[in-house]
C-alpha cells in the first residue's frame, strides 16, 4: 500500500519525475532547433535587406557625385544662371580675366541662382526616391523567394511602398544641404577678399555654383569626356571657385558638401528601409533562445 510505505511513495515519484524528464529533454531540444531556424530566418531576411539597401547606397552615391543630378532642367537652369551655353567656353585661365567674365554675368542673378539650386535639389531628390524604391522593391521580391520570407510580406502589405511622408522628408534634408552650403560659404568667405568676391557674385550665386562642382564631380569635372563642352564648362566652375577661395579651401569646402550630401543619402535610405526594419521586428527571436533551451536540457540531465 503506497499510503503505507514512504519509501514506496518516493519511488513512484522518482519513475514518474524521470519519466516526465525523459520526455522533456527530446521536446526541449526540437524547441531549440526551432530557435535556431528562427535566427538563419531572419539572418536571411536581414541580409536580404542590407543588400538591397546596400546597393542602393553605392548606386546613389555614385549618381550624386557623377553628373547625374546636373541633367535636363538642372542644365537648362545653369544656362540661364551663366546666361548662354558659350558662358565658359574659351575662358582665358587667369584670375582677371575669369573673374571679370563671370561677375558681369553673375551678378545681381538672385532669382537665377535660387532657380538653380532648386533644380539641384529637385534632381537629388528624384534621385533618392528612385533608388529608395528599387531598394524596397528588390528587398520584397526576396523575401517573397523565401518560404520564410513569403509570410512576412503578406503580414505586412504595404512593404513595396516607401513610408508616409518620404517625399517631404528627401525635400527637407536636401533644403537642408544647400542650407548648409550657404552656412559655409559665408562663414568661409569672412577674408576680406572673398568677400569681395562673394558680395560680387552673390552668397546664392557662390552657393550654387559649389553645389554644381560637388555634384559634378571631383576636380568638378565628374564624368564628362575631356575636350567636352560639359567638360570645359566644369573645368571653369572649378577655376572660378579657386579665384574666390583658393585651391585649398575650394578642395575642403567641396569635400565638406559631399559628405554632408552622402550622409543626407544614407539617412534617407535608412528611413526608406525602416518598415522593413519593423517587418523584422516583428518576427524576431532572441539569439541565445536555443542556448538557452540546451542549457535548460543539461542541468535537466544532471537531475535524473
Given amino acids: 500500500n503506497l499510503g503505507r510505505s514512504p519509501r514506496a511513495r518516493t519511488a513512484v515519484l522518482e519513475r514518474t519525475l524521470q519519466g516526465a524528464l525523459a520526455s ?34 553605392r548606386r546613389l552615391g555614385e549618381a550624386l557625385v557623377a553628373d547625374k543630378v546636373l541633367r535636363g532642367e ?60 528599387r531598394a524596397s522593391g528588390s528587398t520584397v521580391d526576396t523575401w517573397q523567394e523565401l518560404p520564410h520570407g513569403r509570410p512576412v510580406v503578406e503580414r505586412h502589405p504595404g ?3 516607401l513610408p508616409a511622408g518620404f517625399d517631404q522628408l528627401c525635400r527637407q534634408r536636401a533644403a537642408e544641404w544647400a542650407a548648409s552650403v550657404e552656412d559655409t560659404v559665408r562663414s568661409v568667405g569672412q577674408s576680406k577678399t ?18 554644381y562642382a560637388v555634384c559634378a564631380g571631383a576636380g568638378g569635372t ?16 572649378h577655376r572660378l571657385l579657386n579665384t574666390i577661395f583658393g ?4 578642395e575642403e569646402l567641396a569635400a565638406s558638401a559631399r559628405r554632408r550630401l552622402l550622409d543626407t543619402r544614407l539617412s534617407l535610405l535608412s528611413r526608406a528601409r525602416e ?10 527571436v532572441s539569439g541565445t533562445q536555443a542556448d538557452d533551451l540546451r542549457a535548460t536540457v543539461r542541468r535537466l540531465e544532471g537531475l535524473t
Avoid at 565628374?222 to 566652375?237: F, I, M, P, T
Fill in 24 to 57: 522533456v529533454r527530446p521536446q526541449t531540444e526540437v524547441l531549440a532547433d526551432c530557435a535556431e531556424e528562427q535566427v538563419r530566418a531572419y539572418r536571411e531576411l536581414q541580409e536580404a535587406a542590407e543588400g538591397s539597401f546596400g546597393a542602393a547606397g
Fill in 74 to 133: 538642372v542644365q537648362a537652369r545653369w544656362q540661364d544662371f551663366v546666361g548662354t551655353g558659350q558662358f565658359f567656353r574659351g575662358l582665358e585661365p587667369t584670375v582677371s580675366r575669369l573673374r571679370d567674365r563671370i561677375t558681369s554675368a553673375v551678378t545681381g542673378r538672385r532669382d537665377s541662382a535660387d532657380l538653380l539650386i532648386q533644380a539641384i535639389l529637385s534632381s537629388i531628390v528624384v534621385l533618392v526616391r528612385e533608388q529608395a524604391v
Fill in 159 to 161: 512593404l513595396g511602398s
Fill in 194 to 211: 572673398a568677400k569681395a568676391r562673394i558680395m560680387s557674385f552673390g552668397v546664392a550665386g557662390v552657393s550654387g555654383v559649389l553645389m
Fill in 222 to 237: 565628374g564624368a564628362s569626356r575631356a575636350g567636352s563642352a560639359e567638360y570645359e564648362d566644369r573645368l571653369a566652375v
Fill in 247 to 250: 585651391p585649398e579651401a575650394t
Fill in 275 to 284: 518598415p522593413f526594419e519593423d517587418a523584422l521586428a516583428s518576427v524576431a
